[in-house]
């Protein structure tokens, strides 16, 4: 069975005379626990809900491959939460975390700015330097308890090769996690290709329609699934079933939307390297691309998200002011085509004319147009 039946089809309920197909939200705190307590029922809502059960059974369908382990999943309420549980769960004084000097800058800043304080050694290396051939790579490596990766980063969209910094990892004992939230698991599966923990903010593509804040954490390992869980249930880091099950219905739409945004994204990609006011394009589905290779081995689908550079922050802002189709605001994946200057942050290495855009589902000749006039107001 194809992956995109699989998914629509996982959203169904039991097949029970006058039972709605699709199940709603459960709204308890509290369950009733007569008796003797049953392993694997509810108790209080801490502790597990049913919404969620059904969306965490879902994406670890999406994790899993077509063969071998069953992948594990838990829901956050964001992202963040997710990659602390991730951190939280591993980390302690006297550990050592390797992680991408260019990944999402909020998991820079909790690394450094908290783990870094309680005793973690945090090592970084660019994403484009993550190569196990790499005499700083390996270096690097030496003594770790936790490899960070993020391919494609953002918002530089370089990639690293799964497989191979798995391989090197798992050799000298270092676990592995993946921050997947650019590609998800329909375009990407880390645990297939070898990691410990796939971790994403499913605020993103995931869901898609920019109304969720939500994350997840994958995995395949049975006590560390285990240890995640209890750092969910002690930290109350939990997930309303209400975002759960609008979260469950967006997945429906995950094949359509994200097959629509990633041909856009191309199309995009394709057009803005054909334009003088452009110095640079970021877009793993270019074979200009200098991680073009390892996108075609271990991606299905390139991502909704490209960046490019304009020659200075004036030039990018009259842009932006100029595109009638570009809503400017941060965040990526969602249905909406959305773009922003990222040095207006101040937390990316990058140009002041640097763009990161998120290309949505909106007709592609419609966008390239308004892109088109867009960038003939800058010169």
């Known amino acids: 069975m194809h992956e995109e039946t699989r998914i629509v089809r996982g959203s169904l309920s039991e097949a029970v005379a006058g039972e709605p197909l699709h199940d ?12 003797t307590f049953a392993e694997g029922t509810y108790s209080y809502a801490r502790s597990g809900n049913p919404t969620w059960t059904h969306l965490e059974r879902s994406i670890a369908a999406m994790e899993s ?12 309420p964001s992202g963040m939460a997710a990659v602390m549980t991730v951190f939280g769960t591993l980390l302690r004084p006297g550990d050592v975390l390797v992680a991408p000097s260019d990944a999402y800058f909020l998991a820079r800043v909790l690394s450094q700015d908290y783990f870094a304080k309680i005793g973690v050694t945090v090592r970084q290396l660019p994403t484009a330097e993550m190569r196990p051939d790499s005499a700083a790579m390996r270096e690097t490596l030496n003594g770790a308890k936790l490899l960070l990766l993020e391919t494609p980063s953002n918002p530089g969209m370089d990639l690293c090769d799964i497989s191979e910094l798995c391989e090197a990892a798992h050799a000298v004992g270092t676990l592995v996690a993946v921050d997947n939230t650019t590609a998800t698991p329909l ?8 990691a410990d923990i796939s971790v994403a903010s499913d605020t993103k593509a995931m869901t898609g329609h920019s109304d969720l804040l939500l994350g997840h954490v994958a995995v395949h390992d049975t006590a560390l699934y285990g240890s995640m869980l209890q750092w969910r249930t002690m930290t109350g880091s939990i997930v309303g ?4 099950w609008l979260a469950q219905r967006s997945l429906v739409t995950l094949p ?16 803005l390297t054909t334009r003088d006011e452009i110095s640079q394009v970021h877009y793993p589905g270019l074979k200009t691309h200098a991680g073009h290779a390892i996108a075609v081995r271990q991606m299905r689908c390139f991502g909704p998200v490209l960046s490019f550079v304009l020659r ?9 002011a100029g595109a009638a ?13 959305t773009a922003e200057r990222r040095a207006r942050w101040g937390s990316d290495a990058v140009a002041e004319g640097f763009i990161r855009m998120s290309v949505g589902v909106e007709n592609a000749e419609d966008l390239i147009a308004d892109i088109k006039q867009a960038l003939e107001r800058i010169r």
């Open 256 to 271: 359509l939307r994200l097959e629509r945004m990633c041909a856009n994204a191309q199309r995009i990609a394709e057009f």
């Open 65 to 76: 491959g077509e063969s071998g382990p069953e992948a594990k999943a838990l829901i956050f």
């Open 187 to 194: 375009g990407q599966k880390p645990l297939v290709l070898g």
């Open 312 to 320: 200075d922050q004036a030039a990018a802002e009259s842009f932006l």
């Open 24 to 35: 709603g939200p459960v709204f308890a705190a509290p369950f009733h626990t007569p008796g």
């Open 325 to 337: 189709l570009l809503t400017i605001a941060t965040s990526f994946g969602g249905a909406t085509t």
């Open 241 to 244: 079933p209400m975002e759960a």
